[in-house]
């Protein structure tokens, strides 16, 4: 497995933008996915969660703004993010779980300022 995180950049407050994931390996489809960030001096948290059978689950403060979805048959997981409001900016990385098997994509930054 070998994540790549894209789309992020600057933007606006009230604009959107959609992250992707992609997995350059054959068995994306085994993994549970999900997407952390970690604003500038914080500690990384989880924002949204998929799992194989495409269950979701959202950190409270995205809840109605965020949405995570994946395709496998194109090994890419995403996050359309709108509404974005300052307390969003920071860095984005995607991570991928199966037992005890751990991967996260290098990250990418995601700024919201007027």
């Known amino acids: 497995v070998e994540l790549v995180e894209s789309g992020g950049g600057l933007v606006q407050p009230g604009d959107s933008l959609r992250l992707s994931c992609e997995d350059s390996?054959?068995?994306?489809?085994?993994?549970?996915l999900a997407w952390y960030r970690q604003p500038p001096g914080k500690e990384r948290v989880l924002v949204a969660s998929?799992?194989?059978?495409?269950?979701?689950a959202y950190t409270a403060s995205v809840k109605g703004r965020f949405t995570i979805s994946r395709d496998n048959r194109k090994s890419t997981m995403y996050l359309q993010m709108n509404r974005l409001t300052s307390a969003d900016t920071a860095m984005y990385y995607c991570?991928?779980?199966?037992?005890?098997?751990?991967?996260w994509g290098q990250g990418t930054q995601v700024t919201v300022s007027s």
């Open positions: 991570y991928a779980e199966r037992g005890s098997r751990e991967f």
């Open positions: 998929i799992s194989m059978s495409h269950s979701t």
């Open positions: 390996g054959s068995t994306f489809s085994a993994y549970n």
